[in-house]
């Protein structure tokens, strides 16, 4: 029985594996733009391990993006079959999170310049 379950596994994986690009793909500049919210998501996690919000948040994403985790998952699935570009793709919203954290530490030092100054 267990042989049976590992060769449906294996063969789902497989002709996954050979399917076409899905009808709902996402662009794929909306993809990498979800890629970051999702790892910005994953810093405030991290810092907060408040679950319920991310949660919240993560739904909140796919409304604004206009797209369901569905979509999402069926157009990560397919980007992930090209390696070299998905590394390109994960590249670039890496770069894209580095940019949204210099700019938010630029805009918290201005801060803390002007409450200074004020002081």
Do not use: K, W
Not at 20 to 45: G, M, R, S, W
């Amino acid at each position: 029985m267990a042989i049976l379950f590992s060769l449906g596994v294996m063969a789902s994986v497989l002709l996954t594996g050979c399917s076409e690009e899905p009808e709902d793909l996402i662009p794929e500049d909306d993809y990498i733009n979800l890629l970051v919210e999702f790892e910005l998501i994953n810093a405030f996690n991290s810092d907060t391990g408040n679950t319920d919000t991310v949660l919240r948040a993560i739904d909140q994403i796919f409304v604004a993006y206009g797209v369901t985790e569905e979509q999402f998952l069926r157009s990560h699935e397919f980007y992930q079959r090209d390696v070299e570009n998905q590394v390109s793709r994960h590249r670039t919203a890496v770069e894209r999170v580095s940019q949204v954290h210099s700019e938010l530490t630029n805009q918290l030092n201005e801060q803390l310049r002007s409450r200074e100054q004020e002081e």
